[in-house]
């Protein structure tokens, strides 16, 4: 496969998850990208969950959103694999086999990022004036998916380039 085609195949991949997943109705997003990492973030801080909302206390609820959902590191990391994947000249559709895997990381890492933003929440509010809580709700999401993604794509490298040593018999540490 040409460069470019796998280049093109690729930014298709991309724009086409990120359309898929903003058209996606509001009950069917929340079931893919909300409830699960919800459920684990739950479980993980031993609180009571209602669908995409953590009980925290009797006065604090935590609700996932759309926005919280991680959908887009969802489009990112297959993406990244779609790229690595292609690289080998396989088919497309073998793609399809690294859809729930990649679906089940997504809500781990984000259930990961959850219970880091309620940590950060818990410990800011008394010392951050409210306006300043999104940035940290952005910076505890950079915090968690950022390394996330390293992984992925150290994973992906290593599994991939140990396959090429196999298949030429070269050394692509050299």
Known sequence: MSALRQKVIVVLVFFGLWL????????????????????????Y???????????????DVFEVKRACGGSD???IVTAMVTWYYLKRERP????????????LLV???NSMRIVTLVWVHAISVEFVPERFLGS?????????????????????????EVDDERRT?????S
């Open 73 to 75: 590191f969802f489009i």
């Open 45 to 59: 801080l031993n609180v009571p969950q209602e669908g995409t909302l953590l009980l925290l206390n009797d006065s």
């Open 92 to 103: 497309l559709t073998g793609l399809l086999m690294f859809v729930a895997p990649l679906w």
């Open 107 to 109: 809500n781990l890492v």
């Open 136 to 160: 940290l709700h952005l910076a505890s999401g950079v915090l968690i998916f950022f390394p996330a993604l390293l992984g992925v794509w150290w994973v992906c490298k290593k599994v991939w």
């Open 169 to 173: 018999g070269e050394s692509t540490l």
């Open 20 to 43: 898929l997943t903003h058209m996606l109705p509001e009950g069917v997003f929340g079931i893919l990208f909300c409830r699960l990492p919800t459920l684990l973030a739950a479980f």
